[in-house]
């Protein structure tokens, strides 16, 4: 008995020791902890935001909601699904201290809290997110120092004006105008119990992003209110068939690049909760001053536009009045599913003739916007005027599983049941944004290294630690010399095809437009352009998708063009670099346009016959043309009229032409000159054979003779009586050779002199 008291009395001793220096180091922890009024009603000072110069960006803040205009459900679904025991504990639930606590150590595990809502309060507005014994013990000393001075409702009215609701919302009132456009006041039992399930997890249970576990969450909320005594059967039911909402109330939209930016640090923080950041300086490439010139438009429809920094893969300006929707990318697809890729399998290049007539593939059978044409052209051409037959008939020889491959290689990933020739002119059952296109062509601009683009650049907390800085990772695409000659195509479409409203600026740049319809008018156009230094992307459209009267051509490159000028009004993009990996060369016009062939221009060719394009060195033609240096001519036809042997030359600019007959062992030169197009010989006899040689020249070459097949006269008895007499009198000889044709020898023979 001795033995036990002794060991009772030891452990006694041990938990009072414990305790006491459990007491000392709380009172350790805890000393100078002070609760600070100010902080409980300032629930956005822990989240600021600061532009590319370092200057703090304005936060709207809306006016805080108070507990006697809110509907009691209000509070009622927060207090159900947060803390039930809310109106009976000061501030800390022991049993749910206890029951967490247990629930943590049988499991191994810290996973489970016991936050009051008075402890939330504290957490979101005095102290960090750390997790440690050290922040808890504070949060415990100020939650109860919380309730001695504030009323149940006061706390409640409080942490509700404190909460973050995901995409930027904080505090009751801005969550209800966001989600709803409609003011803390007038939210219904529903909404209420929407708002109440997205603060657990804002992001995970973001409607907006997964409707489906919001419904789900937002059910329970619900179910516990039922249980708890604030709902009846009927208003459970008519509450939980209530749909969710679909997008932001438009009323609502805030600045699109600030709305990005709460996007972003989303994504960077997925977990977080109200409070979990702690007190956080996020730092952006925010630029005040474009964003107010990409603010300026003008328009009647939907309209999105921003300007991506390329040295630091960074959106710096984004404007939009129906967010970044998915849209149709129309043609300004073309240059990154075609043309790049196409480029870099060797393909195409610049000079490739492509013809544009109307063709059915497999059941498709694409149009251009003014009808095919029905003739060849260059890629340049058809690129830079963005003609649609051409890109299709490439993107065929290409194939669609190895375009929509690059690109993927730029994070625009298209659905396996979008994946067919029509994706050449932007057919897409969904689409891509504007930033994911913009992205795209800064791959281009950057030679051939894609980084997708960023709002945040570094992420501190309120001490200066730093919790996230980004690094740029760059992942290769295309190469440099593809890009390069992508680039100069798309120099031409700013100069003089479908972006030629943009030929004015004083700098080379690059643009693609696209236009996108239905047979009811336009629904989508764009202008996207881009230098070294940065790409200026312009959208305009519907989110209704209703027409609009606007082409690619027209208002987006309008406003492509002010915002360039604006952008560059006191300096210069970088020039685009020279690329030791491509040459220009000469190329033979006459093959090009007779044959659709591209044969490296002949040395000895004379001025305006050659001209030039740029090449990749790995895939330049090889075959050089001889037209000049070997002339060289297609068989001329021979035949015999009236006694006559005529000989017609196939038209070639620039030959002269030697013509020698040959008769018994005999040979003469009958002409010598330039081209002419039919050369007549009637200084031949009756029954004889001859045979003709032809030889084409420029300058001092000669090329191959070509051997007519012989003609032989038939015997005199088959000729006019008259014929033999008239031969030897040599009036004949008066008729000029080159122009002696069967009608002329007609002629002649009427005239009155014979």
Known sequence: ????????????????????????????????VRLERDKLTMPTAYVRLFDRNGNEIPAAVQADATLETLPPHVGQAFVAVEDKRFYEHHGIDTKRVFAALWHNLTSFSFKEGASTISQQLIKNTHLTSEKTIERKLKEFKLARTLEKHYSKEEILTLYLNSIYFGHSAFGIENAAQFYFGKHAAQLDVAESAMLAAIVRSPNRYSPFRDAESCLNRRNLVLSLM???????????????????????????????????????????????????????????????????????????????????????????????????????????????????????????????????????????????????????MSVRYALAHSVNIPAVRILNELGVARGTDYLAGMDLDVPDEDKSLALALGGMSTGFR????????????????FTPS???????????????????????????????????MLMTAA?????????????????????????????????????????????????????????????????????????????????FPACDEIVRLHYDKEAYEADHAVLLGDPAAPPCTDPEEYFRKCSQPLQVSTRYSLPSIKTPEISLQNGTVKIVLCQTEYYDYEIIRENRGQKATIYSGKYRNTICDNSVRAGETYVYTVLPKYKEHTGNPVVLPSVT????????????????????????????????????????SI
């Open 226 to 376: 039922k249980a708890q005594g604030y709902l009846d059967e009927e208003t459970y039911r008519s509450a939980t068939q209530k749909p969710l909402p679909e997008e932001p109330a438009k009323e609502h939209l805030q600045n699109a690049y600030l709305s990005r930016v709460w996007d972003e640090l989303a994504e960077l923080f997925p977990d977080a909760k109200s409070g979990d950041w702690g007190a956080l300086e996020v730092y952006t490439y925010y630029d005040p001053e474009l964003q107010s010139e990409l603010d300026e438009a003008d328009c009647d429809s939907d309209y999105c536009a921003l300007i991506r920094d390329n040295r630091k893969d960074a959106l710096i300006a984004l404007s939009s009045t129906a967010g970044t929707p998915a849209r149709s990318p129309a043609s300004t697809i073309k240059p990154l599913l075609v043309y790049a890729p196409a480029l870099e399998e060797n393909l195409i290049c610049p000079a490739t003739p492509v013809l544009d007539t109307r063709t059915d593939f497999g059941g498709y059978a694409p149009d251009d916007y003014n009808g095919a044409s029905g003739k060849y």
């Open 495 to 575: 100069q003089e095809g479908t972006a030629k409203r943009l030929k004015s600026l004083p700098f080379p740049i690059c643009a693609k437009t696209g236009t996108a319809g239905t047979d009811s008018g336009n629904t989508d156009a764009y202008c996207i352009s881009y230098t070294t230094d940065h790409v200026v992307a312009v959208w305009f459209g519907n989110a209704d998708h209703s027409p609009i009267e606007a082409t690619g051509g027209g208002l987006p490159a309008n406003e492509a063009l002010r915002i360039n000028r604006a952008l560059y009004k006191n300096t210069s993009p970088a020039p």
């Open 434 to 449: 504007l930033p994911e296109l913009a992205d795209g062509y800064a791959t281009l601009a950057c030679g051939g290294s």
């Open 713 to 752: 006269l038939p015997a005199k008895s088959k000729l006019p009586d008259d014929w033999w007499d008239i031969q030897r009198s040599g009036i004949l000889s008066s008729v000029p050779i080159a122009s002696c044709t069967s009608a002329s020898i007609s002629s002649f023979f009427s005239s009155s």
């Open 454 to 488: 960023a709002t945040i650049e570094r992420v501190t907390d309120g001490k200066n630690r730093t919790l996230y800085q980004r690094e740029v990772r760059h992942r290769k695409v295309f190469s440099e010399d593809v890009c390069w000659l992508t680039n100069d």
């Open 1 to 32: 008995m001795k033995r036990a008291l002794t060991i009772a009395g030891v452990v006694t001793g041990l938990l009072l020791v414990i305790l006491l220096a459990f007491l000392l180091y709380y009172l350790g922890v805890t000393a100078g």
